[in-house]
């Protein structure tokens, strides 16, 4: 396709006197061969690039014995909030910039859909109605495949994105189906209860328009088991006043309402799942892993840009008579996340996505380029820095 659309503007170009094209579209062109020339002589011959942030410290970590009962030495006395940001685009995207911004009119022709031709009111390529895909149940082995298709408008704002087919909003995050069961001495009734409060949890903090735009995140933090003095208490602050090494986006999905308005409902992947907690009787440990995908646009414009959260935690449900814990509340004991077209920096309390004409900025990422839809690998010992994420 790439060589058709070569050969076809070279016959265009010979038939026509070609346009000058602007100062701003040299200069992006050229930065843009600047930054392969970079990346390649960086990553031996790599074609992704991205943004940079400076790598965060960790979180404060909870003093031992933050938790009370007869097994509360063998815990790690953590409640930690781990992260990885990725930030945008590579190479396809950066390519298409360069194209449009040098032969505007015969690329957007070009595109698959036809760009700027007439759009249809779907998230499927060309226009067509896409078939939701089935419930995940289970980590899936690859990652979904790519392809080349149209770029996401206000009418098809997840078009060309594996979250085309992903469920949307609260209802994509669901209980494992069939009723709780014991697990490692813990009821039913209290797993039931914390897979209950996990699914609230991930709903609140990720779902709820309010905090999207910017918030305060009442519901989400009202779950959290009032025992987390010393968490909660580190929580709120960065929420008052967020910083490098305590910001609320790696807990909470946040934009600036000055800077974007959300396109459509959130688009949704991912499961819960309970396991007991080797080694000490009397608990069990639900784990979400959800991706969130969302579609932005800046107020008065008309692009959309898409930003991908995955959300990974963990909720304890353990037995009251050997731990303690309030009735109705979580204990969170651990949430690891990954964002994606991200400007990679920490302390501002928000996530300011990338757009097509951010793309004149200066690259300064470190990390190794990754497939923010690929839940296929876990977030286990993610590095905390700025990659590149292949699309979005």
């Known amino acids: ?29 050229e930065r843009l061969r600047a930054m392969d020339e970079a990346q390649a002589r960086s ?37 930690t909030r781990r992260r990885r940001g990725w930030s945008v685009v590579g190479v396809l995207v950066a390519a298409a910039v360069a194209v449009v911004a040098v032969n505007p009119s015969g690329a957007l022709s070009w595109l698959p859909g036809g760009l700027g031709d007439g759009w249809g009111t779907s998230d499927g390529a060309n226009g067509a109605s896409v078939a939701p895909l089935v419930p995940e149940t289970a980590r ?22 594996p979250a085309a087919r992903w469920e949307s909003g609260a209802k994509a995050i669901r209980l494992p189906e069939g009723k709780a069961k014991d697990v490692n001495g813990v009821s039913a009734a209290a797993v039931e209860e914390a897979l209950e409060g996990a699914r609230d949890f991930l709903i609140a903090s990720n779902l709820d328009r309010e905090v999207i735009m910017g918030a ?11 025992l987390m003095v010393d968490y909660l208490a580190d929580v709120r602050a960065g929420l008052r006043k967020p910083t490098v090494e305590n910001d609320p986006v790696w807990m909470f999905t946040r934009f600036d309402p000055d800077e974007v308005e959300p396109v459509d409902d959130v688009r949704v992947r991912g499961r819960l799942a309970v396991e007991p907690v080797r080694g000490t009787a009397g608990k069990a440990v639900v784990k979400g892993d959800y991706t969130f995908v969302y579609a932005l646009h800046r107020p008065g414009g008309g692009e959309v840009a898409r930003v991908i ?48 004409a951010d793309l004149e900025g200066d690259p300064t990422a470190t990390g190794e380029a990754r497939d923010p839809y690929d839940r296929s690998q876990g977030l286990d010992g993610a590095a905390e820095e700025c990659g590149v994420a292949s699309r979005t």
């Open 43 to 79: 990553n031996g011959g790599g074609k992704k690039r991205g943004w940079g942030r400076n790598k965060p410290a960790a979180p404060p970590a909870q003093p031992e014995g933050w938790r009370t009962g007869p097994a509360w030495q063998d815990m790690d006395g953590r409640a």
């Open 309 to 356: 959260v995955r959300r990974v935690i963990e909720v304890e449900a353990v037995d009251p008579v050997r731990f303690q814990a309030t009735d109705g509340h979580i204990w969170l004991a651990d949430i690891n996340s990954e964002i994606s077209n991200d400007d990679c920096r920490n302390g501002d309390g928000v996530i300011r996505p990338y757009f097509l």
């Open 1 to 29: 396709m790439w060589g058709k659309f070569v050969e076809d503007s070279e016959r265009d170009i010979r038939g026509a006197a070609p346009k000058e094209p602007s100062a701003r579209a040299r200069m992006v062109t």
């Open 140 to 161: 899936p082995s690859s990652a979904p495949s790519a392809e080349l298709a149209d770029m996401p408008t206000r009418e098809r704002p997840f078009v060309g994105s």
């Open 216 to 226: 305060e995140p009442k519901k989400a933090l009202a779950l959290l088991d009032p």
